[in-house]
């Protein structure tokens, strides 16, 4: 009865978002606040019932009735707890479900907390999220319907995918997915300001919040994910630019570029037109990584689908929806202003150069990840483009915007002073030097460019603490002015320290991660040892061991330094009799902020084990530089000035 009550508000669901829709553009094209009151109602209403819908799913799943077809799919007894609840969205149709939640979640949030808006703006927003709503709760609804029955339902169900039985991926999901769905607030606000004929500085003031909500959620959820393939997988890495992990870092390359321009629109007035393309262009990247994860277009162990029928449909969603948004951009284009002028050496010509990196930085991305799949399409010849093109590609282009982003935020606004500038970051250019030699020089010589590498991550930090003291003057007034200054700064330039700071810091990881890991793999019995990175790793003992749905060999590795014991740690083979599926637990021994990551292999001819030991250097920092970029955009999204500054602005316009 549960699953029949959580059907029927998923349809009233998508018969609310319709009427949100409605009334919200009747709203508009009547001005009657009636109406628009209505539809921001349904829009509370509409969220209300993909919450109820979400509920009776994830119940199905606590108590395994295998009478939803949902959860015979994808769910067994024997799964814990957690693994059980977080079935819920492991699949196609709960995912999809997962989508609309946020979707209405954020059109309800628009709704209840966009009263600084102007009526006409607000009420168009909250109408073009009544129609995505309406597109995805019908795909829901008619094509991917979570909550169907079985006519006959099995006695046990077929389980998670094994990979899939993680904390950090239990997680992963809900973060990526609010912030994919949060880049449609953006283009809803997109929609409305084209349709309004008004984009300018107060329109992108209040693009940037929600900007700052979902760049951050879609930080901590591509971490979290990354964090997942790093030690679930079993193979030693942290990124392999997997097409699936492209589609959810187009997005967010994106987003990084319309926070940026959204700040020149807002300051200057200028690049309007270019921060509403990356609006609309955010949130079509989010449709694209739905599209390619669910259309069985790719391999990957992220995806979720191979239903070619159900791509087709994400597809002309797709096809849609970033087509009407685009067209209506081309059409009002030509009636964008211009803004303010500047000069080649100003704030306003830094961001746009940082714009012009992400940009071309994204399209790299894009064509690596379409291009297999365009070249098979039209011969039939399946090939893969792996690390050696992004590296190729890629990897110069954000080098060349790394190296300019300290010292944008120290030019002035119109007419800046380059030489200035590069004056006020002399101790961070040095400490950026003194790192490139004291590592190339005299740590490891043939390592020039993981050396440079180190000296761009100090530079990156360097700056960020640069641009802080330069706000508050610490060397050039009293030690009070300048506390004063100090604690008075606002929030959002706090933000985009810990953000810049925080790319930095993942910078160093990256580098030292990727230039000085070291790996050694043998077949060992049990007693014997291999050495890495000046460790032995040596492999105690082996013994079988009963999960609560797996049956595993379970490995004892100690590891020791110059004869005194480091660590021990379990890796373990587990084998999940649901699936048939055998996967890696890896083991991880802590060095500070450097990892000996630790995998045991198959069982081999005369009792032997294949173990793989990989010494990992400061391989936390790839994961710790994420976490304080996020932090900073939160920081930044308490700015009350983010969340006043226009609605004071209006009311003394009205008054």
């Known amino acids: 009865m549960i699953a029949e009550v959580g059907a029927f508000a998923l ?91 946020a979707l209405t979640g954020f059109g309800a949030s628009v709704a209840g907390l966009g009263r600084t808006l102007p009526q006409g703006l607000r009420t168009l927003t909250v109408g073009t999220q009544g129609v995505l709503g309406t597109v995805f709760l019908a ?279 380059g030489a200035t500038a590069l004056r006020r970051l002399a101790v961070a250019a040095a400490v950026a030097v003194v790192l490139t030699l004291l590592v190339g020089v005299l740590v490891t010589p043939r390592h020039t460019w993981g050396a440079l590498g180190v000296g761009l991550g100090g530079w990156l930090i360097a700056g960020a603490l640069a641009e802080i003291l330069e706000r508050t003057r610490v060397f050039r007034v009293p030690p009070a002015e300048a506390w004063r200054r100090f604690t008075g700064l606002p929030r959002g330039a706090w933000g985009m320290t810990l953000a810049h700071l925080g790319l930095g810091v993942f910078v160093l990881g990256a580098v030292f991660e990727t230039s000085w890991k070291l790996e050694a793999a043998e077949a060992l019995p049990v007693g014997r040892a291999i050495e890495v990175g000046g460790y032995s790793v040596r492999l105690a003992a082996v013994e079988p061991v009963n999960g609560p749905n797996y049956d595993a060999d379970r490995g004892t590795i100690v590891v020791t330094r110059a004869g005194q014991p480091v660590c021990q740690v379990t890796p373990e083979r587990r084998f999940y009799t649901a699936g048939g599926q055998t996967t890696s637990e890896v083991g991880l021994c802590y060095r500070g902020l450097s990892h000996l990551y630790l995998v045991l292999g198959e069982r081999r001819e005369g009792g032997t084990y294949l173990v793989r030991a990989y010494w990992n250097p400061w391989a936390s920092l790839i994961f710790v530089g994420p976490a304080i970029m996020a932090a900073g955009g939160l920081v930044s999204l308490s700015d009350r000035r983010l969340r006043l500054a226009a609605g004071r602005r209006r009311r003394e316009q009205e008054a």
């Open 139 to 417: 795909y829901t609804v008619f094509a991917s319907n979570p909550l169907a029955r079985v006519a006959q339902p099995p006695v046990e169900g077929r389980s998670l995918n094994p990979l899939l039985q993680d904390p950090a991926l239990a997680v992963h999901p809900p973060f990526l997915y609010a912030g994919y769905v949060g880049m449609s607030v953006v283009f809803s606000l997109a929609v409305a300001a084209l349709i309004e004929g008004r984009v300018d500085a107060a329109w992108s003031r209040w693009v940037r919040p929600w900007t700052l909500a979902a760049w951050s959620l879609l930080t901590v959820g591509i971490t979290l994910g990354s964090f997942w393939a790093y030690y679930e997988l079993g193979w030693g890495g942290w990124w392999f630019w997997d097409p699936v992990e492209n589609a959810s870092f187009m997005p967010w390359l994106v987003a990084t570029a319309l926070l940026h321009s959204a700040i020149v629109t807002e300051k200057r007035g200028a690049l309007a037109g270019w921060t509403v393309f990356l609006a609309l262009a955010a949130f079509s990247f989010s449709m694209l990584g739905g599209f390619l994860v669910r259309s069985g277009v790719l391999t990957s162990v992220h995806a979720f689908a191979v239903d070619p029928t159900r791509g087709v449909l994400l597809l002309i969603i797709l096809g849609v929806t970033a087509g009407l948004g685009f067209s209506l951009f081309a059409w009002r284009a030509p009636t964008l202003g211009r803004g303010g002028m500047f000069a080649p050496v100003s704030r306003e010509s830094a961001l746009v150069l940082n714009n012009i990196l992400l940009a071309a930085a994204t399209a790299t991305v894009l064509l690596g990840t379409l291009y297999p799949l365009i070249r098979e399409a039209m011969s039939g010849e399946a090939i893969s483009v792996g690390p050696p093109y992004f590296n190729l590609t890629f990897t110069p282009l954000m080098a060349a915007l790394l190296v300019l982003l300290p010292i944008g935020p120290l030019l002035a606004w119109k007419r800046g002073d």
């Open 11 to 101: 349809i009233l669901s998508l018969a609310l978002s319709l009427a949100q829709a409605v009334l919200s553009y009747a709203a508009r094209v009547r001005r009657s606040a009636v109406l628009a009151g209505a539809g921001e109602g349904a829009a509370i209403a509409a969220f209300l019932g993909v919450a109820a819908a979400f509920a009776a799913l994830m119940y199905a799943f606590v108590v395994s009735d295998f009478s939803v077809a949902n959860v015979a799919m994808n769910s067994h007894t024997e799964k814990p707890l957690l693994y059980r609840i977080a079935g819920t969205w492991g699949n196609h149709e709960g995912s999809m479900l997962l989508w609309c939640l």
